[in-house]
């Protein structure tokens, strides 16, 4: 679990552009997305359970990757 939660650290800003990112090109949102200080992940853990799932999905069908963690 330590790892995982690791791994979820390291990657928290690059999870974070993804988002951010898929939310302008594919949803189309506001340039305001961009500059707000709201996390896309956070809303995201809190209205959905597969929230893992659902993040994931949203990175590589957006051409994203996240690194692995050096063990």
Known sequence: ML??????????TNIEGYLRRA???ILGL???LLTSRASL???IRERHRNWLEITQRIICNSGGWLAPIPW
């Open 41 to 43: 992940l956070e809303a």
């Open 3 to 12: 790892r995982w939660l690791r791994w979820l650290q390291m990657n928290l």
């Open 30 to 32: 506001e340039e305001e």
């Open 23 to 25: 939310g302008m090109e």
